[in-house]
Structure formats: C-alpha cells, structure tokens
C-alpha cells in the first residue's frame, strides 16, 4: 500500500474575511481545509470527545460513589459526560434548577467539575479527578 502525504502548504491573504474553526466528527484524526475562494477560509478539526460517540453506554454510577455523594449529586456528576447547562441537566435527570445549581456548585468547590463562560450560557464539565470518580 502506498504511503499518504498530505502534508502541503497553502497561502490565502483573508483580508479582513476571517477564518472558519469548525469541529467535525468525521475528520478524526485529521485537519481538513478548505482555502479556495469563492468559499470562507476553513479548517475543520477533530472535536473533543468523538471517542465516546461511538461507544456504548457505561454501567452507571458505582454504589461507592453513590454512598459518598448521593444519588442525585453522584447523577449529575456521572452525567457529564459533555460540557452540558444547569438546563439541560435538570431536564436529562428530572430535578430543579435549584438543585442542580447546587450540586453544581459542592462538585464544583470540590474541584471535580469546572465552569466556563460560553456566549450567555454556563457550561460544566468534569475535571480529570470528576472523571476518575465517575470511572468513565
């Protein structure tokens, strides 16, 4: 089989046009480009976590972990398995906004999960200790 180069060098001015970052679930584990005009400078990089679309659900939420946390906290936290909202928690595992929020906030203080700014929304996601609690 022949060996694949696709290495190659590309130069557009942008001139104020910008440049697109896309993530894609369909380039893994490449950076695929699109330069020529009439089209917006692009570059479509493999997205964070695409190894877990293709899995298969895990066990759930260990009893130690349940026994430290709580059912509910322990839910939450094994439910990040994507940056996700206080919303869309609340929907995915049938509790209050208030309660989420302060679950939110313990795991959060606890440093098992962190918080970013994203446009007007919130998002969540576990910390690598989150992540070696929940055994994902």
């Not at 893994?28 to 692009?42: I, K, Y």
């Not at 066990?59 to 059912?71: I, P, Q």
């Amino acid at each position: 089989m022949a060996s694949r180069d696709s290495s190659f060098t590309h130069v557009r001015v942008l001139d104020g046009d910008g440049l697109v970052l896309m993530p894609g679930v369909f380039v893994w584990p490449e950076v695929v480009s699109g330069f020529d005009p009439p089209w917006q400078a692009t570059l479509v990089y493999p997205a964070r976590g695409i190894g877990g679309l293709w899995a298969g659900p895990h066990a759930g939420t260990s009893d130690a972990l349940l026994r430290l946390l709580g059912a509910n906290r322990a839910a939450v936290l094994a439910g990040l398995d994507a940056p996700a909202t206080t919303t869309a928690l609340a929907h995915r595992h049938g509790l209050a906004l208030s309660s989420v929020s302060a679950h939110l906030s313990v795991l959060r203080d606890a440093g098992l999960l962190v918080s970013r700014r994203y446009g007007h929304q919130v998002l969540y996601e576990r910390t690598p200790l989150g992540t070696a609690l929940t055994g994902a």
